[in-house]
């Protein structure tokens, strides 16, 4: 068990819906990543949080945001789904800010029919 | 941006045997990480080894970061090792991780 929680574990929505994902990062753990897991793109970052900023962004989506709360826990909303959405969201989390060992969450498992 | 190459793509071992997985990345790094993921999913941070070299019981990591590769290196393989062993960097200008494309272990009892 690695300390970092993600709800929900499954997700089965349609076409064009908004989604939440949740994670709560380590104890102490100040910077949150988000990841997508699909079968053609591989691992992607999407981005990161330290301490309720943002602070990298990678491969995310316009359609994507994210946020992290002043209790540290992030949130990854995505909205007007497609079908290529459907992919496994890991969410990580670190002590500091410079990407040093981080700490997965079991993932998101999102499916868009 | 960086590149990540992993070799090989696939391996499959008899227990109790060594392997040696290869990342190669195309810039200088000021991170690198090797990460396992087992068959159910869940992601496991193995090293973070930017340079030099750790090791922790059966598995150690070596990064020639001059050199831009990083090694990973699984003695006595054990069925539990079986799945994706990844690489992921972050290159010396910026802070965007890049994941390599990960080599499949399979280890056959």
């Known amino acids: 068990d690695s300390g970092v929680t993600q709800t929900p574990k499954h997700l089965i929505t349609a076409t064009g819906q908004r989604v939440t994902l949740r994670c709560s990062p380590r104890?102490?753990?100040?910077?949150v990543y988000w990841y997508q897991q699909s079968l053609d793109q591989g691992l992607q970052f999407l981005i990161q949080?330290?301490?309720?900023?943002?602070?990298a962004k990678g491969n995310i989506l316009e359609r994507f945001s994210a946020q992290q709360f002043p209790d540290l826990h992030s949130e990854l909303n995505l909205s007007s789904l497609e079908l290529g959405d459907s992919a496994l969201y890991f969410c990580?989390?670190?002590?500091?800010?410079?990407?040093?060992?981080?700490?997965f969450g079991p993932g998101t498992r999102l499916l868009v029919l | 941006g960086i590149q990540v190459e992993q070799s090989p793509p696939d391996l499959i071992l008899q227990e109790g045997a060594n392997s040696t997985l290869r990342c190669n990345f195309s810039?200088?790094?000021?991170?690198l990480q090797w990460f396992h993921q087992n068959p159910w999913g869940q992601l496991i941070n193995l090293f973070y080894?930017?340079?030099g070299t750790k090791q922790n019981g059966r598995l150690s990591a070596t990064t020639v970061a001059t050199e831009r590769y990083s090694l990973l290196y699984i003695s006595s393989s054990q069925t539990t090792d079986s799945g994706v062993y990844f690489c992921a960097v972050i290159d010396g200008y910026g802070q965007n991780f890049v994941f390599g494309p990960g080599t499949r272990l399979s280890v056959l009892p």
């Open positions: 949080y330290y301490n309720g900023e943002e602070r």
């Open positions: 810039d200088s790094v000021n991170n």
């Open positions: 990580a989390s670190s002590v500091a800010r410079g990407g040093e060992t981080q700490y």
């Open positions: 104890s102490g753990d100040l910077s």
């Open positions: 080894i930017p340079s």
